[in-house]
């Protein structure tokens, strides 16, 4: 290459870059720039090398001002071309452990795992050719430079593959969502199986269509589903991903129903078909939208047919929401997965992960100190939210680093009351008759029935479920939890609680039923 072309390049780039610096471009954008790699100047055209496919897609989306203050610099009309370096093969990694499905729900012979379907590692910031959602972020912060509006109003998804119109459904994550990727995921036994099926699924294979993945709020189950979309937008850009939260997408139908144009109808329709991975969360809040539904399961229907993946999200199991039985069943085809509340043992990694990373970070929490016993303390003060439990050790190290500046340090007390402000229900003492009623409206059986002598199974499993979950959530002794169950002795209490142990071992979706009942009375 000529030297003084790419000289010319570099000091045409430079000048542009000044040039938008002092206008309101974002600052994003101008940062992103700085990494980009002038190459030619020549026949009125610059050729720039971008640091990554990913960012050279989002540069073309910039173009007009680009070449706006291309132009102004060089006093004459300038058009730019973007490159980006040639991917290089990563190399194989060793496939994971086949999924093994829970006891109680064998998946069939057709669902079996696709081996050596794990996501290639993502790549290190020094890597450009490819560059993760957290190294691009860096550069280029949050959302759209132009700040186009969001889809489906008209945002442009970036240039498509050949011969396919651009799906104005298809949208870059903003800032905070393009960060939940599966290096951030923190994985344990609550999540393992959940986090497995989604790598196959972002990594393209099939196995699991739908997937369903089910747990109460501040789980994992929109970290699982955003890494999953930014993935595939990292890593093969080519598979038209769409990401809604279910209101979103009922949104979407309601204003395309209401409207004149019946090609408003005919165009929604048509993206939500044209998609390779359809992503719905938070499923439950259109159970009761009936027209909603239909158009869903005539998507739904359209992508199964077609090969295309879908990817569910609930705080309940779909038999749980509510919907009419065909389409619980269709959905009940795939893979449905639970994510559960973090054992003690979990918030203690959890806890680990979060301080570790903010103690990395450049925030003023950063300057906090927090020792191995305030750790074990945090964890034993912790409600069940992950998101929950992110905030409090943030507020924990904020609180460290505030009393370090005072020439203090933090207290146990100061723990304890930071907790009681994140979970201010956990100062509530759960009581035995809580128990029984939520057990008596989860089981449909009386309160007569809970604390009788009938040891028929539909009684029998209430009654059990309902003494442990008052072993586990009371400070009640197990002669005080006997009394509350008609007089039952100390034995016969210990018997319950052995009972839905063993079963909750043998049976996951039981597990996953008592966990949910433990959740929705305080566990979180």
Same mark, same amino acid.
């Given at each position: 290459m000529d030297q003084s072309m790419q000289s010319d390049a570099r000091l045409l780039w430079d000048d542009a870059t000044d040039l938008l610096a002092g206008t309101d471009a974002p600052e994003q954008l101008v940062r992103m720039m700085a990494s980009c790699d002038p190459q030619d100047f020549s026949g009125g055209t610059l050729t720039v090398g971008a640091p990554s496919g990913f960012a050279s897609r989002v540069l073309e989306r910039e173009r007009p001002r680009l070449e706006e203050a291309l132009s102004s610099a060089a006093f004459e009309p300038v058009t730019v071309a973007f490159s980006a370096p040639s991917r290089e093969v990563a190399a194989p990694t060793p496939a994971p452990a086949a999924l093994t499905a829970p006891p109680s729900q064998p998946a069939p012979a057709a669902q079996a795992p696709v081996p050596g379907t794990q996501p290639r590692p993502v790549s290190t910031a020094g890597d450009p050719n490819t560059m993760t959602y957290e190294d691009y972020l860096a550069l280029y912060g949050k959302g759209s430079p132009s700040q186009e509006p969001a889809a489906p109003s008209g945002q442009d998804a970036g240039p498509q593959p050949a011969g396919r119109a651009a799906n104005?459904?298809? +949208?870059?994550?903003?800032?905070?969502?393009?960060?939940?990727? $599966?290096?951030?995921?923190?994985? #344990?036994?609550e999540n393992r199986f959940a986090l497995q099926a989604a790598k196959q699924v972002a990594n393209g294979s099939t196995a699991y269509n739908p997937l369903f993945i089910h747990g109460s709020s501040g789980l994992g189950k929109t970290h699982l589903l955003r890494a999953i979309q930014?993935?595939?937008?990292?890593?093969?850009? +080519?598979?038209?991903?769409?990401?809604?939260?279910?209101?979103? $997408?009922?949104?979407?139908?309601? #204003?395309?129903?209401n409207g004149k144009d019946r090609s408003v109808k005919e165009n929604l329709s048509r993206n939500y078909k044209d998609i390779d991975v359809l992503i719905l969360d938070d499923i439950q809040h259109i159970a009761n939208a009936q027209g909603t539904m239909t158009f869903f399961f005539e998507t739904f229907n359209h992508l199964i047919e077609h090969g295309k993946q879908i990817v569910l999200a609930a705080d309940v199991p779909p038999a749980e929401i509510g919907m009419d039985e065909r389409f619980t069943s269709r959905m009940l085809q795939g893979l449905p997965v639970a994510v559960q509340s973090p054992s003690l043992e979990f918030k203690r990694v959890l806890i680990d992960t979060f301080h570790q990373r903010m103690k990395g970070g450049d925030g003023p929490e950063a300057a906090g100190d927090l020792t191995s016993d305030d750790l074990s303390l945090m964890a034993e003060r912790a409600g069940g939210n992950i998101r929950s439990i992110r905030g409090f050790v943030q507020k924990c190290l904020f609180t460290s680093a505030a009393l370090a500046a005072e020439g203090k340090s933090i207290e146990p007390a100061d723990i304890v009351a930071a907790a009681a402000e994140v979970w201010p229900a956990d100062g509530v003492l759960i009581s035995i008759d809580d128990i029984q009623q939520m057990v008596q409206s989860q089981f449909s059986v009386s309160r007569q029935d809970l604390v009788s002598n009938k040891r028929n199974k539909e009684i029998a499993q209430p009654r059990h479920v309902a003494i442990y979950l008052a072993r586990e959530l009371t400070d009640s002794t197990l002669q005080e939890i006997g009394r509350k169950f008609g007089g039952r002795s100390h034995a016969t209490v210990k018997h319950s609680i052995a009972w839905v142990e063993d079963r909750m071992d043998q049976d996951r979706l039981f597990h996953d039923q008592v966990m949910r009942l433990r959740d929705r009375l305080g566990g979180s």
């Open positions: 104005p459904l298809v +949208e870059l994550c903003g800032e905070g969502d393009a960060s939940l990727t $599966f290096d951030t995921f923190v994985e #344990a036994d930014n993935y595939i937008a990292t890593n093969d850009p +080519e598979r038209q991903c769409v990401y809604r939260v279910a209101s979103d $997408f009922r949104d979407d139908y309601v #204003a395309a129903m």
